[in-house]
């Protein structure tokens, strides 16, 4: 297979900027367990989308345990006790879910290539398998503020019945894996100064420190998803995480 490269500004689709707002209501209160979120003609027109593109955030909200849709009732807020940590002991997107700005663009370039010997190893692949490489740039007030590398299997495309083609139905599908609410990963952090090329990437001083993200998640049966590397600039992020004593 040759390869394909694709480059495209990508705005974080709609329903998922929705998802997001109505999680910071619930963190911040403004609704609380009981309580009934307001119709969906009301918030479609509040955040001037479609009620197809509100269904859709409403649908990530009722697999995030968070709503419940009862019928003659409406969507009823179930719980904000996820939200209240909203730390690394959730999986999501940390370069959107922990930056101090607010992500507002997004550039992605798409490829396909053999599995290496470690994509084979982490992803669990034969030798002659094909992996997409997705390279994605967040920016913030057209200002470079995360990179990720992502690589996942062409199979879990291809089940998803990805366009590969669409470089926005290619990260939309991306977006969704981290927000299914049905994955769990093996994560590591560490901290690495910027090399020539992410400096680049980045429009950062070689050298400036980086927070450095890799992961692997896996379905509840065990089955690899994508292995992703996350690069962040370290004064820009703010990571929480909740701990307790055995």
Not at 212 to 232: A, C, G, N, Q, R
Request: proline share 5%; with cysteine.
């Amino acid at each position: 297979m040759k390869n394909m490269i694709k480059e495209k500004n990508v705005k974080i689709p709609l329903y998922v900027t929705v998802y997001e707002t109505i999680c910071q209501w619930l963190k911040e209160g403004k609704y609380k367990p009981g309580d009934k979120l307001p119709g969906e003609n009301i918030l479609a027109e509040q955040f001037k989308v479609s009620r197809g593109t509100l269904r859709q955030a409403m649908l990530l909200l009722q697999e995030d345990g968070l709503i419940g849709n009862h019928q003659g009732k409406g969507n009823i807020v179930l719980s904000n006790q996820d939200l209240e940590s909203n730390g690394l002991e959730k999986v999501g997107n940390p370069i959107i879910d922990f930056c101090v700005r607010p992500i507002d663009r997004i550039t992605t370039t798409i490829g396909f290539q053999p599995a290496t010997r470690k994509h084979q190893e982490v992803l669990k692949l034969k030798p002659s398998s094909i992996v997409a490489v997705i390279d994605i740039t967040y920016y913030s007030q057209n200002a470079p503020v995360g990179f990720a590398m992502v690589y996942m299997p062409h199979e879990i495309l291809d089940k998803g019945e990805v366009d590969l083609e669409n470089t926005d139905s290619v990260y939309d599908f991306y977006a969704r894996l981290l927000s299914s609410g049905n994955l769990y990963s093996d994560t590591r952090l560490r901290i690495v100064h910027a090399r020539e090329r992410l400096a680049g990437i980045l429009e950062i001083p070689e050298n400036d420190p980086l927070l450095i993200m890799e992961e692997e998640l896996y379905t509840e049966y065990d089955i690899p998803v994508l292995s992703h590397k996350m690069y962040m600039g370290a004064d820009l992020y703010e990571i929480c995480l909740k701990r307790k004593s055995k």
